[in-house]
């Protein structure tokens, strides 16, 4: 949602569409790609502190500006490494105003719009040099600013972007689901993780995973 009770709303296929509750009004705004059919699936949407809209497509990544409904798009151009791919899926806004978005099948990148830089963080490795899959499904941040992510049969991570170093959550510490499509912290600052086999809590200061499924 934006001002004015207006809403957002990412389709498949019909780009991004703009809600007005008031009047029941539907219009939609899609960006230029290279889909023959004219169209564009959003993946995900993110609105920043200065009210303009960001989108993550399978053909790359766009800023909107509401207000002259204008698509600012940041793709990947053949020799040109700016951008690290057009397949970019679940997208977050951190507390610093940098955009995090995972890259399909390369691991996931941040976006500063003050310094309009990317980086790509494709190798995910601890101190240990233990790594898991650049497969990452999904992005949270925490209370402290660190970015926690999920992965396709690697387990998660948490990175802190001040010393860009990994924590792995995997087998070897106890967390035994190796696929992740969610995570969440909570008030009582544990983290509730939505996985291929079940629900999980960790609590961060135990170190402890706890499981659920549908027998508990």
């Given amino acids: 949602s934006s001002s004015h009770n207006i809403m957002w709303i990412g389709t ?39 009210g ?24 990947n151009i053949p020799g040109n490494t700016v951008f690290p791919s057009n397949r970019v899926g679940k997208l977050i806004l951190s507390e610093d105003d940098k955009l995090w978005m995972t890259v399909k099948g390369n691991g996931f990148c941040s976006y500063d719009p003050k ?25 949270t ?22 010393t860009e170093k990994f924590i792995i959550y995997n087998l070897k510490n106890g967390f035994a689901n190796q696929t992740v499509y969610s995570i969440v912290e909570t008030d009582d600052k544990t983290f509730w993780i939505a996985t291929y086999n079940g629900l999980w809590n960790f609590n961060l200061q135990t170190k402890k995973f706890t499981h659920y499924t549908t027998d508990d």
């Fill in 141 to 162: 941040e925490d209370r402290k600013g660190n970015i926690w992510g999920g992965t396709q049969f690697g387990g998660m991570f948490m990175f802190n972007p001040k």
């Fill in 52 to 75: 303009k809209i960001w989108i993550t497509t399978e053909h790359g990544f766009y800023q909107f500006d509401t207000k002259s409904t204008a698509f600012i798009a940041y793709k």
């Fill in 115 to 139: 310094t309009k830089l990317f980086k790509l963080y494709d190798k995910i490795f601890d101190d240990k040099n233990d790594s898991i899959s650049k497969s990452v499904f999904c992005l």
């Fill in 12 to 50: 498949f296929g019909s780009g991004l569409i703009r809600y007005d509750p008031q009047t029941g009004s539907y219009a939609s705004c899609i960006p230029n790609t290279e889909n023959p059919h004219g169209n564009e699936d959003v993946n995900d949407i993110a609105k920043d502190k200065k």
